[in-house]
Each structure stands twice: as C-alpha cells, then as structure tokens.
C-alpha cells in the first residue's frame, strides 16, 4: 500500500542581515553582514577607525575562495578563531541560520 505524499512545508522567508562578529586578540572587531543570497556582503573591520568593504555577492564568494584557499595552506587556524559563528541582528539579539547547515569554515 502507498502512504500519500505532502510536500515539505515552505520555510518563512527571513530576510534580516546576519552579522557575524569576531575580534582579534589585539582587540580589531571584524564584522560580516549578510543577507539574502545575490544581496550586498558587507565587510567592516574596526580599527582606529572602521574600514567598509561593501562587495557584491558574486565578488564576497571570491573574496572567500581566495582566503580559505591562501589561509588553509597556511597551517591551522589559531586557537582563538571558533570553528562556528553564530549570526546575530544589529543589536547582537541572536537570529537563526539562513537554512545552510551548520559546518566548520
């Protein structure tokens, strides 16, 4: 006997900006923003004062190619570099993942 089918409910569009923080051991705040795929990546590093990097999509997905591939022949990430980031809002307010599955970077 054939059980019927449904269809897998459409998960909600959520379309906030994630953030992504990391701050060096020097103290430098690295913050990514992301948003829906084809959308602006934003890039900010604070310094003495904040440089913006504001890359199209396809441009943010060459900018990553080019570090993962340069940094990972480099050695192993330091030990203060987490495995995962987890996005939060503007205000720091945790937000759930985009619907990628979790994976080390």
Do not use: K
Not at 65 to 92: K, N
């Amino acid at each position: 006997m054939t059980m019927p089918t449904q269809d897998a409910p459409q998960r909600p569009i959520d379309s906030r900006v994630r953030y992504y923080r990391l701050s060096t051991p020097d103290g430098v705040a690295v913050v990514v923003g992301l948003a829906a795929a084809g959308e602006p990546v934003t890039i900010t590093v604070a310094q003495p004062s904040p440089a913006v990097l504001i890359l199209p999509y396809d441009e943010a997905w060459a900018l990553w190619a080019c570090l993962a591939d340069g940094l990972g022949v480099a050695g192993e990430p330091p030990a203060w570099v987490p495995e995962m980031l987890d996005p939060t809002d503007i205000e720091h307010e945790p937000l759930p993942s985009l619907g990628v599955p979790d994976r080390p970077f």
